[in-house]
């Protein structure tokens, strides 16, 4: 089968039916980086429930739990997004520069999370 690609967190997820596991991977320049493999225990709702709907099981059973806790990667991929925000404004000629508010940045962000 092959791999659950989640763009908003650069992942893949695959499967190992035979070990019961699920598998994680960096995604760099839209490869999968295979040196980046790590076992996946704690995941979001968001990457739960796309794991579940694509591989059609319950993550639990491969040892995946929902955490809360947010990695310092999100926060790295929330900055990024804010910052390109910015220079999407800047870069805009038509309209004068004006400051990003926080709602405008969570609703940028919430759209790129569906």
């Known amino acids: 089968m092959q791999p659950l690609i989640i763009k908003e967190y650069l992942t893949a997820i695959k499967l190992d039916e035979e070990n019961n596991l699920l598998f994680a991977y960096d995604i760099k320049d839209n ?47 929330e900055f990024l997004e804010i910052a390109k925000i910015i220079k999407e404004r800047v870069l805009d000629k038509k309209e004068p520069i004006k400051m990003v508010t926080e709602a405008e940045m969570l609703e940028y962000l919430e759209k790129r999370l569906k």
């Open 31 to 77: 490869i999968i980086d295979e040196q980046s493999e790590g076992i996946l225990s704690e995941v979001n709702e968001l990457m739960y429930q796309k794991i579940a709907s694509y591989f059609h099981i319950k993550p639990e059973d491969y040892g995946v739990s929902i955490g809360n806790k947010v990695t310092k990667e999100d926060e790295i991929q």
